[in-house]
């Protein structure tokens, strides 16, 4: 029957995406603040139309928040379907083959910013909600909250949480904005690393110099930042930055065990990334390393003279983007702090630097015990064919931890993202065969939970 649903209305649900993916949403851009608005509103009217007793776009101390919910019975257990309507900017346009805010069919596949993070995946559950309210299939309440502001670190939404926990009270929750292992092996997600990101500024000399007139005599800020960068981690690659692995718990054994029998195909993975050989800290593979290990990157780097041609200059200041993802038990803030001191400690007198800390969030693990979870599995099964396998994986999504801190209650992460779908990447995609077989399986989650 929901097979049939899809099929009968896959051009009008098309047609809908399609019209929140020609939104640019970008939340990291002022300009596009009036279309944050525009997406908000437009949800609204989506979630009415799906069959949500009531939908309104509610402010918030940053881009407006979307709540609807459907309320069959006050006494019954409550979902809160969670998902962001902000995406990635577009950069760099000229990489991608179609137009990253006109979306467009082909292949198999929809082509778009947004086609899969998160407006492609919290569509889903828009229309898996659909599929069951439309047939009266529904016997517990729903709740939707949707922000603009989750690829900035969500800084508005722990507030507006705090502020409204009695309106977001439910029994758990259930987000799409995770991936699987692939199309043929689909997997849930347990667990998710933690984030903190800092700018971090190298001033030099005042102004910027001639290379042949001080040359050799003048630090140039671009090579002691570099240099400063390169040593935070060791050719084995351990971060080097004390007291930073203080709170880190080895991967247990169990889980070890369970992850050495994922399907991992090492060739195919560096293949798929044309690259001879891999990197990461001593000890661990590769699965370890993305699902149980931190980790220290430089998210950009600039400074000096980048056009064409020659310019010999020694630049006044060099920049860089930083970020670690952390995992369970390391506080953000703690980890943030540690990286201030660290670079502040080390940065030799012949340049001044300003480290700023920007946004960070925690880590998070689902227990695989939960019925929630269970119901989540058989919905996979339903859809896919197989029972999903429990993994955790490498992205963060800081809210996840503050719902349990704010509302106490845990989250289901039931995500249907690809590694190939180039999420904030240019050519960002969904294929389509996922996007249905994602509806089917969260109408199916929707059913298995009143069986729980």
Not at 34 to 62: F, I, N, Q, T
Not at 132 to 159: D, M, R, T
Not at 261 to 285: A, M, R
Request: charged residues 25%; glycine residues 8%.
């Amino acid at each position: 029957m929901i097979k049939e649903f899809i099929e009968k209305n896959e051009a009008r649900m098309l047609d809908e995406l399609f019209s929140l993916i020609r939104i640019p949403s970008v939340s990291a851009q002022p300009e596009h603040k009036a279309d944050m608005v525009r997406c908000a509103e437009r949800w609204k009217e989506l979630l009415l139309a799906a069959g949500a007793d009531k939908a309104e776009v509610m402010p918030s101390d940053g881009n407006p928040m979307v709540y609807g919910e459907k309320i069959v019975d006050p006494s019954a257990k409550t979902i809160l379907i969670y998902g962001h309507y902000d995406v990635m900017p577009a950069e760099p346009f000229e990489l991608w083959k179609t137009e990253p805010f006109e979306p467009v069919v082909k292949d198999g596949h929809i082509w778009a910013r947004g086609a899969d993070d998160d407006k492609g995946q919290a569509f889903i559950q828009a229309k898996a909600f659909e599929y069951i309210v439309k047939n009266n299939l529904l016997k517990h309440n729903v709740k939707f909250i949707f922000e603009g502001e989750e690829e900035i670190g969500s800084p508005s939404l722990g507030a507006f949480c705090q502020k409204h926990k009695e309106l977001l009270k439910s029994d758990i929750i259930l987000v799409s904005d995770t991936s699987m292992l692939s199309a043929d092996l689909p997997s849930l997600t347990t667990g998710l690393r933690g984030l903190a990101y800092w700018q971090l500024e190298v001033t030099g000399p005042n102004h910027d110099l001639h290379s042949g007139h001080f040359g050799g005599a003048v630090a140039n800020p671009i090579n002691v930042l570099c240099q400063l960068i390169a040593d935070v981690t060791d050719d084995k690659g351990r971060i080097q930055i004390p007291h930073f692995y203080d709170d880190v718990e080895d991967v247990p054994a169990d889980e070890r065990k369970m992850v050495a029998e994922i399907p991992f195909n090492l060739d195919k993975y560096k293949q798929s990334l044309d690259v001879e050989e891999l990197f990461g800290e001593e000890g661990y593979n590769t699965i370890e390393r993305t699902g149980f290990r931190p980790s220290f990157d430089v998210c950009g780097i600039w400074g000096g003279y980048t056009g064409e041609g020659a310019k010999t200059v020694i630049p006044s200041k060099a920049y860089a983007k930083l970020s670690c993802r952390l995992v369970p038990h390391q506080q953000s803030d703690k980890i943030a702090q540690l990286v201030v001191d660290y670079f502040r400690s080390v940065a030799p007198k012949t340049v001044k630097i300003d480290i700023q800390y920007l946004h960070g969030g925690e880590g998070y693990v689902c227990p695989i015990d939960m019925p929630a979870y269970k119901a989540a599995e058989r919905g996979f099964e339903t859809a896919f064919g197989k029972r999903p396998l429990p993994v955790r994986r490498g992205g963060s999504i800081p809210i996840i931890s503050t719902f349990e801190k704010i509302l106490g209650i845990k989250t289901i992460l039931m995500g249907f993202g690809l590694e190939s779908n180039a999420i904030h990447s240019p050519n960002e995609n969904m294929p389509i065969d996922i996007f249905k077989k994602g509806i089917e399986a969260v109408a199916n989650f929707h059913l298995e939970y009143d069986k729980v």
